[in-house]
Nanobody, 122 residues
């Protein structure tokens, strides 16, 4: 059974930075894309970033482009989301996900973590 465990969330002031981590277990990690999604209260889950199995390709939502960077370490079965210049509108629960498809649609991702809360104060 695949398990994804996120960490690194917290409370930060606007303009600050956080680094989220996601540790995967239960299957071969390097052959699958990884993604980050987020969900704010009363809103639908939205795409943030995704990275290919090799780590060579990344895609970002327009709202985070230039501020967030996604990376992965296949030797440690971990992916990361470096978040800089955080804004109050980035406040949400952030979810790590894994799957075989290269897509920004949440429906097509197979496995999800429990989420980690990120709160940005103004």
């Amino acid at each position: 059974q695949v398990q994804l465990v996120e960490s690194g969330g917290g409370l930060v002031q606007a303009g600050g930075s956080l680094r989220l981590s996601c540790l995967a277990s239960g299957r071969t990690f390097s052959g699958y894309a990884m993604g980050w999604f987020r969900q704010a209260p009363g809103r639908e889950r939205e795409f943030v970033a995704r990275i290919s199995g090799s780590g060579t390709n990344t895609v970002y939502a327009d709202s985070v482009k230039g501020r967030f960077t996604m990376s992965r370490d296949n030797a440690q079965n971990t992916c990361f989301l470096q978040m800089n210049s955080l804004k109050p509108e980035d406040t949400a629960v952030y979810y790590c996900t894994l799957g075989p498809k290269w897509t920004s649609l949440p429906t097509y991702w197979d496995y999800w973590g429990q989420g980690t809360q990120v709160t940005v104060s103004s």
